[in-house]
Nanobody
């Protein structure tokens, strides 16, 4: 499985961006897809996750109400819609896939995912 992340860019605070994560290869119908981000000098942090098995999604408190994770299985692509962007959202965003189910306590752990995209830069200026 290979993941290709795209959609990043430089925007102003309050703007929106939609990140895409296109997957090639065979993925389980019970896959889990997540978005993480890493700002300069900081550790990679969890942003959002979608579990295809039970169609549940979770968000970091910092993005709840502003970001939405969704997918288009026909296109084998997953998205992160980011609205009301803030300078604190500036980071490299990575999509990750676990080729199977994941328990809730693991969704924020980078090590729980099998495949990673290359990252896409998001820069938000004030």
């Amino acid at each position: 499985v290979q993941l290709q992340a795209s959609g990043g860019g430089s925007v102003q605070a309050g703007d929106s961006l939609r990140l895409s994560c296109a997957a090639s290869g065979r993925i389980s119908s019970h896959y889990t897809v997540a978005w993480f981000r890493q700002a300069p000098g900081k550790e990679r942090e969890f942003v959002s996750v979608f579990r295809a098995g039970d169609r549940s999604s979770y968000y970091a408190d910092s993005v709840k109400g502003r970001f939405t994770i969704y997918r288009d299985d026909a296109k084998n692509t997953r998205y992160l819609q980011m609205n009301s962007l803030k300078p604190d959202d500036t980071a490299i965003y990575y999509c990750a896939v676990r080729n199977g189910r994941i328990i809730t306590s693991q969704v924020t752990e980078p090590g729980a995912y099998d495949y990673w995209g290359q990252g896409t830069q998001v820069t938000v200026s004030s």
